[in-house]
T-cell receptor, first 113, second 118 residues
Framework: GAGVSQSPRYKVAKRGQDVALRCDPI?????LFWYQQALGQGPEFLTY????????KSGLPSDRFFAERPEGSVSTLKIQRTQQEDSAVYLC???????????FGPGTRLTVT | AQTVTQSQPEMSVQEAETVTLSCTYD???????LFWYKQPPSRQMILVIR??????QNATENRFSVNFQKAAKSFSLKISDSQLGDAAMYFC???????????????FGTGTRLKVLA
C-alpha cells in the first residue's frame, strides 16, 4: 500500500466493551509504533514492535491494553473493558529499521460512552 | 527523561507572510533527531522537516526551515510565504539516536495550532 492504514477510522464503544484497532504498516517497514492522542494534546507513546517482537511496551497505561503483531506486518491494539478515559485518537506509525522517520496512519478515534 | 515544550498554543499569520513556531527540549543525550510534523483536521501526521543533532547546518525543505540551537536546546520552525493549506496543528518531536538499542519512540510537544488568514 501507499501509506499506513488504520481501521476503523471511528469506533464508539460502551464502557466495559472490548475493542480491537487495526494497523497496516507500509510494506517493508519492520518498525511499528502505537501512540495515544488525547484531545488537544500531542501523541503519547504506547508500544513499539520490531518485526513480530514487542521491544517496548512501557507506554501502555494499564494491563487492559494489549498489542500484537504476530507475523511482523499487521498489528492490532486491543483494549479490554474500555473506560471513558480511554477515549482518544490511536495513531499507528511505521518506519524502516533504524531510520528515524516515522510515517503515520490517519488514526482511529475511539469514543467510550 | 527527555521533554519537549511548545509554548505557543496558537499562532496566526497572514497569507504570504512568514511565521516562526517555537520548540524547546530537554535531554542529556548528544545524539538525537528532531522533527516537525503537521497534523491537519484529517488527523494524518505529515513529516515537515527533520534535523540531526550532529549536523550544524539548519535543515530546509522548500518554504520550511528550522533554526536549530543545540546549546540552547531550541528548535524553531519558520514557514515562509504562508499558504492557506499550511493551516494545521504543528508538533515538535524528539527521538533518541542511541544506535541500535533505541529507544526509537517519539516524544512530542503539545502542539501549536497555526491559523492562516486570507
Amino acid at each position: 500500500g501507499a501509506g499506513v492504514s488504520q481501521s476503523p477510522r471511528y469506533k464508539v464503544a460502551k464502557r466495559g466493551q472490548d475493542v480491537a484497532l487495526r494497523c497496516d504498516p507500509i510494506s517493508g517497514h519492520v518498525s511499528l509504533f502505537w501512540y495515544q492522542q488525547a484531545l488537544g494534546q500531542g501523541p503519547e507513546f504506547l508500544t513499539y514492535f520490531q518485526n513480530e517482537a514487542q521491544l517496548d511496551k512501557s507506554g501502555l497505561p494499564s494491563d487492559r491494553f494489549f498489542a500484537e503483531r504476530p507475523e511482523g506486518s499487521v498489528s492490532t491494539l486491543k483494549i479490554q473493558r474500555t473506560q471513558q478515559e480511554d477515549s482518544a485518537v490511536y495513531l499507528c506509525a511505521s518506519s524502516l529499521a533504524l531510520f528515524p522517520e516515522q510515517y503515520f496512519g490517519p488514526g482511529t478515534r475511539l469514543t467510550v460512552t | 527523561a527527555q521533554t519537549v515544550t511548545q509554548s505557543q498554543p496558537e499562532m496566526s499569520v497572514q497569507e504570504a507572510e512568514t511565521v516562526t513556531l517555537s520548540c524547546t527540549y530537554d535531554t542529556s543525550e548528544s545524539d538525537y533527531y528532531l522533527f516537525w510534523y503537521k497534523q491537519p483536521p484529517s488527523r494524518q501526521m505529515i513529516l515537515v522537516i527533520r534535523q540531526e543533532a550532529y549536523k550544524q547546518q539548519n535543515a530546509t525543505e522548500n518554504r520550511f526551515s528550522v533554526n536549530f540551537q543545540k546549546a540552547a536546546k531550541s528548535f524553531s520552525l519558520k514557514i515562509s510565504d504562508s499558504q492557506l493549506g499550511d493551516a494545521a496543528m504543528y508538533f515538535c518531536a524528539y527521538r533518541s539516536g542511541q544506535g541500535d538499542s533505541g529507544p526509537y519512540k517519539y516524544i512530542f510537544g503539545t502542539g501549536t495550532r497555526l491559523k492562516v488568514l486570507a
